[in-house]
């Protein structure tokens, strides 16, 4: 039998998409995008973005704080918007509520397929 050598680097995991990181982010904001489709997909999203937040290199969490605050900023949209339905506006505001979650998930996409941080994160805008 051999000894084990002490020297030798054990071999590096590969990062998994549950696993915080830049595909766990990517995973995320793909189930956002599929989350116009099948609502519960963006529930996971957010569930998985919390799971692994403050788990990851500084440049990441700009990720998971931006795509965060997109859930959330567009669930109040979102409700706002089905609340004015009433009055009329709010279908409007509704398509608009979604070309601005669907932006901010290209925008995040974008950032993490260069490997870099988002400018602000906690920006309420693009």
Do not use: C
Request: proline share 6%; hydrophobic share 50%.
């Amino acid at each position: 039998m051999s000894e084990p050598n002490p020297q030798q680097t054990p071999p590096r995991k590969a990062e998994g998409w549950l696993d915080p990181g830049a595909t766990n982010i990517q995973v995320i904001y793909i189930l956002y995008l599929v989350g116009f489709v099948i609502g519960i997909s963006a529930l996971v999203g957010i569930v998985i973005a919390y799971m692994n937040r403050g788990k990851s290199d500084e440049w990441i969490e700009t990720h998971y704080t931006w795509a965060i605050r997109t859930f959330w900023i567009g669930l109040l949209f979102g409700l706002v918007s089905a609340i004015l339905m009433v009055v009329g506006i709010g279908f409007l505001l509704l398509l608009a509520t979604a070309i601005w979650v669907i932006i901010r998930i290209i925008i995040g996409l974008q950032a993490v397929g260069r490997g870099e941080p988002i400018r602000n994160p906690e920006s309420w805008i693009l």
